[in-house]
């Protein structure tokens, strides 16, 4: 995914919300977790925070899986708290 032509892409929840979607349209249990996760949200886009239990639960269902990000320095959002949170991510509950 690249963000120069998008200003919408320009922050990173739109990563996240972007690895969430591929991996619902690739694999039926991602979908599923996606729906469960969406119930009752009354049709508002997830938070930064939902994405990311999102993505965690999916990627341990799913098991093993590369997820790459080009371009992210050029997101408009560069709080450092995200930066570190990528890496701090843990998989394991």
Request: proline share 3%; aromatic share 6%; net charge neutral.
């Amino acid at each position: 995914m690249s963000v120069h032509d998008d200003e919408d892409k320009k922050n990173p929840s739109s990563v996240l919300r972007s690895w969430v979607a591929q991996l619902s349209q690739q694999r039926i249990d991602a979908f599923k977790e996606v729906q469960r996760a969406q119930e009752r949200k009354e049709n508002r886009k997830p938070t930064e925070a939902e994405l990311w239990r999102m993505l965690k639960a999916i990627l341990l269902k799913i098991g093993r899986c590369f997820l790459v990000v080009d371009d992210l320095d050029d997101c408009i959002d560069q709080d450092p708290f995200r930066r570190g949170y990528v890496s701090t991510c843990s998989l394991r509950e």
